[in-house]
Structures are given as structure tokens and as C-alpha cells.
């Protein structure tokens, strides 16, 4: 968590918060902490503030989003399927609300981009029924619904999103983007992107935990309500709204969209001496390690790669008795170290995706962070060679 996130927070911590929906002139300045957070998260998306709802989680945003039932306007839409890439993260692969058997998924190729030819294959059959339509609002008519991610969270692969929804939207789809990863890494505009929805979290731009976003491209798309029993987020999301975590996730949102072109230079700096590092440290055997994704374009803040031997499981613990916090690929599997469900769909051979390392660079990551990691990573490769 950034500094002056924290400070913030701790200072509202003083004050006694109330409930925003309370019309009292204590609600009212609750409710207008959260106003404020809600300018500042729709700023960074690129769109307006009645757009922005305030969940638990990016996770419980994509459950919120991922519904068959839609409302458009004062009709209702039903989505006849889940389309969703093979390299999504878990809470937008499980499908949210769609049965199983209304869930596809989508093919990506061995750098882990999105195959846009087999996307349109997929989109085919709705393509030529929307082309059909008189009435391109048929209520009848059942379009697809389609999620692809915008980064990346194992190998930091940018996907071609705007290519996606062009292909989309010629079937009256909705597509959605999850855009977590790319968040303070990338500019973020819902428009440009030409995505329906989007998902952001907090404390992957210096936010706390336990705060998410679902971002609409436009207000006369909602989806059914996936908590209810109250009318909060304009009756998108029911339940007292935590507005000590929404402070701060508006807080880290101004700052990282403040300092973005300064951080992520820097960030690209040292992603790219740490990434010829460890080639170099290999002198003979440099053969034996591969980047994943290395030519494509990725974030700059994330390396994804594997050395033939050292298995990841064994790695980490060494990393972690040398103060280094490092993972296997996703950091969303309670703390289990099992092969990557990306590097499968991006079908690398079991043996070496048991050997795969994911560094992340973050936004208060330093050169003497990217040396401590090289000596112990030295100290790893010595044994992994001495030993063979």
C-alpha cells in the first residue's frame, strides 16, 4: 500500500465513519468520501462517475458481471453464451453465473495472445443472425457475451482488446475486459478500448485489499444484482458500503494516474537489466532458460520465465529464506504451488511449466531490490549446475 493511502486511511480511522445511505450530515460526508473516490476511479477508466460500482473485490466485480441477465434499458437481455480465454484469472474463468455448459473457451496462441481467427469462428453463427435482424434490439435474439483480460497477471501479455470487441460488437455482443492487471501499468480509456465493462482492484495500484470495481461503459447495461437486499451503487450492490477502503482505492487511483509516466519508465528499466541478468548468469547455459511471452508485447513490470532443472516449488523456498517474495504464476491458489492453467493453454510442455517463475515489479520496486534477487537467483543457479 502507497504511503499516503495508508496516512489517509489511518487518519479517517480517527474519525468515527458513518453510513453513507444516512441522511444526516454525517452520512452525507460519508457519502461524499465515496463520491469523491468514485471521481477519481472513473477518471482513471475513462469514463464518468455514474459508471463506477464499488464491490468486495475485482473477483465479486466479474461475478457481478459474468450473468446471463442483463437489463438494457427497459428490455431485458439474455445472453445466449460465456465465451472467455483460456488464460483468464480464475474468478472470470469459472464463468460467474453462466451454467457450465453455456461457458466456451476461447483458444490463445503460444505467446499466450488471443487467436482472433478462432474468436471469429466462434462469433460466426451469431454474426450471421444479428446481420439478419430488422430490429437490431429483437429482444428475442440472444448475443454472445465475451471476456478477455487486458494484461495478463502470469506472463504480463498485452491482448489485443480493441481487435476483440470490433469482432464482438458485429454480434451485438458485450464484451468484458479485465483490466486488473494492466491497471497503472497501461491507460486505461473504456472508450478507446471499445470494451463494455471493465475490472479494476484496489491494491494492485498501491490501494488496500478488499476493494474492487465493475466500470460500464454505458448505464443502460445492468446486470441483475449478485448481492441484494439494498439499494447502494445505485441498486447495483446491496450492503453498507466500506468507505474507509473505497477512500483509499480513489486515493491510490489520483497517485498512480499522477506519477504514471515516472514509475512505469522506471519499472521498464529494471524489468529489462533483470531480465538480461539472468541470462547472463547462466554463461554456458543460457539454452536452458526461456522468457515466456518474450516477443510479445507485455507489461513492463512483469517477467515470466522458467530454467530447465529448478523446479519452481524449490525455488520459491529458496527465495523466500533469502527475504524474496516471488511466485509460480498466479498468486490467487491458497498458497499452492501447482502448474500454471496460462502456460498450459499456451501449451508449454508440463516438464518446464513446473519450473516457471513469475517476478513482479512494483511501483516502489528499486535497483537494490533487483540486485538482491540476482545474488540469490546466482545462488540457486550455482547449486542447480553443481549438483547436476
Not at 10 to 26: R, W, Y
Request: with cysteine; proline share 3%.
Amino acid at each position: 500500500m502507497r504511503d499516503e493511502v495508508r496516512m489517509m486511511m489511518l487518519e479517517l480511522l480517527k474519525q468515527e465513519i458513518f453510513n453513507a445511505s444516512s441522511v444526516h450530515g454525517e452520512g452525507r460526508e460519508a457519502r461524499a468520501k465515496i463520491a469523491e473516490a468514485r471521481n477519481a476511479v472513473a477518471e482513471m477508466a475513462g469514463t464518468s462517475s455514474d459508471h463506477v460500482i464499488f464491490t468486495s473485490s475485482a473477483s465479486e466485480a466479474a461475478n457481478l458481471a459474468l450473468t446471463p441477465h442483463y437489463l438494457h434499458g427497459k428490455h431485458e437481455i439474455k445472453f445466449a453464451k460465456a465465451f472467455v480465454s483460456a488464460i483468464e484469472h480464475p474468478c472470470v474463468l469459472s464463468g460467474g453465473r453462466f451454467g457450465s455448459e453455456n461457458i466456451e473457451y476461447l483458444k490463445v496462441d503460444s505467446e499466450g495472445v488471443i487467436d482472433l481467427n478462432a474468436l471469429k469462428v466462434a462469433m460466426a453463427p451469431f454474426k450471421a443472425v444479428y446481420d439478419a435482424l430488422e430490429d437490431k434490439n429483437d429482444p428475442s435474439y440472444q448475443p454472445p457475451f465475451v471476456a478477455v483480460m487486458l494484461a495478463n497477471n502470469e506472463t504480463g501479455v498485452v491482448e489485443p482488446v480493441y481487435e476483440v470487441a470490433e469482432i464482438v460488437h458485429e454480434t451485438g455482443g458485450f464484451l468484458l475486459v479485465d483490466a486488473v492487471q494492466g491497471a497503472g501499468k497501461l491507460i486505461l480509456d473504456i472508450e478507446s478500448l471499445e470494451a463494455d465493462a471493465l475490472l479494476l482492484s484496489a491494491h494492485k495500484i498501491g490501494g488496500p485489499q478488499g476493494v474492487g470495481a465493475l466500470i460500464l461503459k454505458s448505464t443502460a447495461y445492468k446486470p441483475y444484482p449478485l448481492v441484494r437486499g439494498g439499494g447502494q451503487e445505485n441498486h447495483h450492490r446491496a450492503g453498507t458500503e466500506n468507505v474507509l477502503a473505497i477512500a483509499g482505492f480513489g486515493k491510490a487511483a489520483k497517485i498512480a494516474m499522477d506519477e504514471f509516466a515516472e514509475v512505469n519508465e522506471r519499472i521498464v528499466e529494471l524489468r529489462n537489466a533483470l531480465e538480461l541478468a539472468l541470462v547472463q548468469s547462466l554463461d554456458n547455459n543460457q539454452s536452458d532458460l526461456l522468457v515466456f511471452a518474450q516477443t510479445a508485447k507485455r507489461l513492463g513490470n512483469t517477467l515470466c520465465f522458467a530454467l530447465k532443472g529448478l523446479n519452481a516449488e524449490t525455488a520459491l523456498i529458496g527465495f523466500d529464506l533469502a527475504g524474496i517474495a516471488i511466485s509460480s504464476g498466479s498468486a490467487c491458489s491458497s498458497g499452492k504451488v501447482k502448474s500454471s492453467h496460462v502456460l498450459k493453454a499456451m501449451e508449454v510442455e508440463d516438464d518446464l511449466a513446473q519450473c516457471a517463475l513469475r517476478i513482479s515489479l512494483g511501483w516502489n520496486t528499486q535497483k537494490e531490490d533487483v540486485d538482491g534477487f540476482i545474488n540469490a537467483w546466482s545462488s540457486q543457479v550455482k547449486r542447480l549446475y553443481e549438483a547436476a
